[in-house]
């Protein structure tokens, strides 16, 4: 498997209800960040999470990281059908390139 | 807010032809960066530029690509003879002040490139 891994791969909930989205990475890395997608569109930056942090709050946005299990995941509280998009996971290691990975679908039903 | 752009938002091609992609980075970043994202994949890194150089460059980034800062604003990518497999989002991505890199690259709203 690459780098960066998501699962799920789609996630459809309805609105109000939590989504949590799960990331795995392989190397060792700086930090790891989320970005969003609107469907055919470019990459927004949601949140940042560095290497020595293990949470971190943005909003209704809840990011974790585990180094010693090269994990991370994003949680959204309350979402809302304007969060529908694809969540991709990024990761920062010893040179400048970010490696992504395989992103999740979220669908929000109003 | 600053904001990366890029030009043009869609660009359709023969195979063969050559294009070029533009972007305007965020004023005072440093370190510049095209990725592209083939239709329903994951977003590939293609190159960094930095101080008027590449710094760094993937599998992919072959001697058909150039990357080029031709002067204080724009950052290029120049494919020369353009291929189907070339069909992809490309997008522009900057980061960095004069301190140092920074930890959180700004893409730009991408330009989808199809290549006939």
């Known amino acids: 498997s690459q780098q960066g891994e998501e699962d799920p791969q789609a996630l459809s909930i309805q609105e109000g209800e939590n989504a949590t989205m799960n990331c795995s990475y392989k190397?060792?890395?700086?930090?790891l960040q989320w970005y969003r997608q609107n469907s055919g569109r470019g990459l927004v930056h949601l949140i940042l999470?560095?290497?020595?942090?293990r949470e971190k709050h943005s909003g209704r946005l809840r990011v974790t990281l585990d180094t010693s299990k090269k994990s991370s995941s994003l949680l959204i509280t309350a979402s809302r059908a304007a969060d529908t998009a694809s969540y991709f996971c990024?990761?920062?290691?010893?040179?400048?390139?970010?490696?992504f990975g395989t992103g999740t679908r979220l669908q929000v039903f109003p | 807010e600053p904001e990366v752009t890029q030009t043009p938002s869609h660009q359709v091609t023969q195979m063969g032809q050559e294009v070029i992609l533009r972007c305007v980075p965020i004023?005072?970043?440093?370190?510049f960066y095209w990725y592209r994202q083939i239709l329903g994949q994951k977003v590939e890194f293609l190159v960094s530029?930095?101080?008027?150089?590449?710094?760094?460059k993937s599998e992919i980034f072959d001697d058909q690509f150039s990357v080029e800062r031709p002067d204080g604003s724009n950052f290029t990518l120049k494919i020369r003879s353009t291929k189907l497999e070339d069909s992809a989002m490309y997008f522009c991505?900057?980061?960095?002040?004069?301190?140092?890199?920074?930890?959180?690259?700004?893409f730009g709203p991408g330009t989808r490139l199809l290549v006939l």
């Open positions: 990024a990761t920062d290691a010893i040179t400048d390139k970010l490696i």
């Open positions: 190397t060792s890395i700086n930090n």
């Open positions: 999470i560095r290497s020595n942090e």
């Open positions: 004023s005072n970043h440093l370190y």
């Open positions: 530029f930095y101080n008027n150089e590449i710094s760094e």
């Open positions: 991505a900057s980061d960095g002040l004069a301190g140092g890199r920074g930890e959180t690259q700004y």
